[in-house]
């Protein structure tokens, strides 16, 4: 509670919730933790990623993209070849955008220790479906939020949003589980993010989606309070309100088919 607390504070502070430009990144407040958000298929994003890192020089970059175990196997000397890279992150069947929009993110990060916080289909499934997410967490589920239900009134905005993000075309049966999953990817992030300041003595940056770089619902919320952070989101049009990130950066639009044609029906 008392980090949901500050996050929210720190969101409100006229002084970091602010538009910026990525050239504008390095006159935020120090950080012990920066979130750098995304639209996944965007590569103005991905390029405001490297750019960031390479102006922040983090000892250490979580992706979300990757699992503990596959971030394990990179090394400095991997990270200089784009094509073997690839391979050993069995980039091209996870189902992630093209690599050619992340590497450089990867490149820039050269002199920085490689975290995973992907969570395993298989137990982001059994969490949807209903399972113990506690279960495949593992320890410390308490510490990250896993072990109590959220407030009624956060699980009914959560499991709007999801509804939202696919298009109002869920079985509100299934509402229940996809909030479950985000919540399960949120905790194992936030693991992994404490582990990657502890052994490497931080800062540490984080790649992932702008759900998870939330302050308010995010991994940001699960860490705990010796960490700082900062959150960035990255937008494609200007907001109406302000977003749950202490700043936000406005790019332009990636093409891309209409993400709902998949839940149409004839």
Known sequence: MKRMILALALAAA???AEEITI???TTLPGADVVFLGELHDNPWHHANQ???IAALGPKAVVFEMITAETAAKVTPELLQDKAALSEALGWAESGWPSFDMYYPIFAAAKDAQIYGALVPREAVREAIMGGDATASFGEGADLYGLAAPLAEEEQAEREAAQ????????????LPGMVLGQRLRDATMAREIVRAHDETGGPVVVITGNGHARLDWGAPRL??????VTSIGQLERAPEDTPPHNAWIVT?????EDPCAGFKKD
């Not at 332009?252 to 891309?256: D, S, V």
């Open 14 to 16: 006229p002084a970091l």
């Open 23 to 25: 050239d504008k990144i």
């Open 50 to 52: 490297a750019e960031a």
């Open 163 to 174: 509804m939202r993000a696919h298009c109002d075309a869920l079985p509100e049966t299934l």
């Open 223 to 228: 860490l705990p309070e010796r960490l700082s």
């Open 252 to 256: 332009q639009e990636a093409e891309r």
